[in-house]
């Protein structure tokens, strides 16, 4: 299996989910004790538009690595394969602010920079189902992929991604200029989704992985907002269970109270919340992070 497919399958186009059979069985969700209420009632995940993320600045850096592979090929490209190298830099521009949602997942479910930045001094993570949670998501129109931090690997996918697109381009015939500008907008709805899972490497303790939407038209109306004190965030929803179908654990079995003052009744008050909508977690249990390092 080569690097790309690792984190991103290619081929065929509707298998281009990341690879959790590398021994990641459970993966955890951080989130303050507002979040997990809502995830409990509303039985879904909330994906925010990659442009209001904290990290949004890494997924432009991961479209200039492209921009930076396509110069070089550029060059000594002649034909087919130029006219669509020369059409992909006008693309990317093009395509800068389209709408490309995720949701943040980890491999630990207790870990002290998680809660610093996502809990507030009093949230949860989340433990779900690798397989059922890739299954769910699916259903809703995203992928299950594992970030990227080392910047040399990202280069070497990145390379090996738009390679293997220019294998198949030449198989094309005469392709002119309007078909230039298709294949490299089928490019981009792929490569998108790879380049909002490039890291910067200084969080790699985190071995986050992601669920990325497909490209989303902001007419569809699908996106809805919330309110921050002073910005608007547009975010999807992936729903936990099926119509008409008992799904009592929502594709989670485990619940790790953050560190707090209050863990006790957090724990008290979460049973009976999922007693209350049918919910069965396997396990709750509570951070071993000193409260006091927060």
Same mark, same amino acid.
């Given at each position: 299996?080569?690097?790309?497919?690792?984190?991103?399958?290619?081929?065929?186009?509707?298998?281009? %989910? /990341? $690879?959790?059979?590398?021994?990641?069985?459970?993966?955890?969700?951080? &989130? +303050?004790?507002?979040? @997990?209420?809502?995830?409990?009632?509303?039985?879904?995940?909330?994906?925010?538009?990659?442009?209001?993320?904290?990290?949004?600045?890494?997924?432009?850096?991961?479209?200039?690595? %492209? /921009? $930076?592979?396509?110069?070089?090929?550029?060059?000594?490209?002649?034909? &087919? +394969?130029?006219?669509? @190298?020369?059409?992909?830099?006008?693309?990317?521009?093009?395509?800068?602010?389209?709408?490309?949602?995720?949701?943040?997942?980890?491999?630990?479910?207790?870990?002290?920079?998680?809660?610093?930045?996502?809990?507030?001094?009093?949230?949860?993570?989340?433990?779900?189902? +690798?397989?059922?949670?890739?299954?769910?998501?699916?259903?809703?129109?995203?992928?299950?992929?594992?970030?990227?931090?080392?910047?040399?690997?990202?280069?070497?996918?990145?390379?090996?991604?738009?390679?293997?697109?220019?294998?198949?381009?030449?198989?094309?015939?005469?392709?002119?200029?309007?078909?230039?500008?298709?294949?490299?907008?089928?490019?981009?709805?792929?490569?998108?989704?790879?380049?909002?899972?490039?890291?910067?490497?200084?969080?790699?303790?985190?071995?986050?992985?992601?669920?990325?939407?497909?490209?989303?038209?902001?007419?569809?109306?699908?996106?809805?907002?919330?309110?921050?004190?002073?910005?608007?965030?547009?975010?999807?929803?992936?729903?936990?269970?099926?119509?008409?179908?008992?799904?009592?654990?929502?594709?989670?079995?485990?619940?790790?109270?953050?560190?707090?003052?209050?863990?006790?009744?957090?724990?008290?008050?979460?049973?009976?919340?999922?007693?209350?909508?049918?919910?069965?977690?396997?396990?709750?249990?509570?951070?071993?992070?000193?409260?006091?390092?927060?």
């Amino acid at each position: 299996m080569d690097k790309t497919h690792k984190h991103l399958s290619v081929e065929p186009p509707t298998d281009r %989910l /990341g $690879e959790p059979d590398d021994g990641v069985r459970r993966l955890y969700h951080y &989130t +303050t004790m507002s979040g @997990l209420l809502g995830i409990v009632e509303s039985k879904k995940l909330r994906a925010t538009d990659i442009h209001y993320m904290n990290d949004a600045n890494e997924f432009k850096h991961g479209l200039a690595i %492209l /921009g $930076e592979i396509v110069k070089v090929r550029a060059q000594t490209a002649a034909g &087919t +394969t130029k006219l669509f @190298l020369e059409t992909l830099p006008t693309r990317v521009a093009q395509f800068s602010n389209i709408n490309l949602f995720a949701a943040s997942f980890t491999e630990d479910g207790d870990l002290l920079s998680q809660w610093r930045g996502y809990s507030q001094g009093g949230g949860a993570s989340i433990g779900f189902d +690798t397989a059922q949670l890739k299954y769910l998501a699916s259903l809703a129109g995203f992928d299950l992929i594992k970030c990227i931090y080392n910047d040399e690997l990202k280069r070497e996918i990145a390379g090996e991604f738009l390679d293997r697109k220019l294998g198949h381009l030449g198989k094309e015939a005469g392709i002119d200029t309007r078909g230039a500008y298709f294949a490299a907008n089928g490019l981009l709805w792929e490569y998108y989704q790879l380049a909002a899972c490039f890291k910067d490497s200084a969080f790699s303790e985190e071995n986050e992985w992601r669920l990325v939407s497909k490209i989303a038209a902001n007419t569809n109306g699908a996106i809805s907002f919330r309110a921050t004190s002073s910005m608007l965030i547009p975010y999807l929803e992936i729903p936990l269970s099926q119509e008409g179908q008992v799904q009592p654990s929502l594709g989670f079995d485990r619940i790790t109270i953050g560190p707090s003052s209050h863990k006790e009744l957090i724990e008290n008050a979460f049973v009976m919340l999922c007693e209350r909508g049918g919910i069965l977690p396997k396990h709750i249990g509570k951070s071993q992070s000193p409260y006091r390092l927060l």
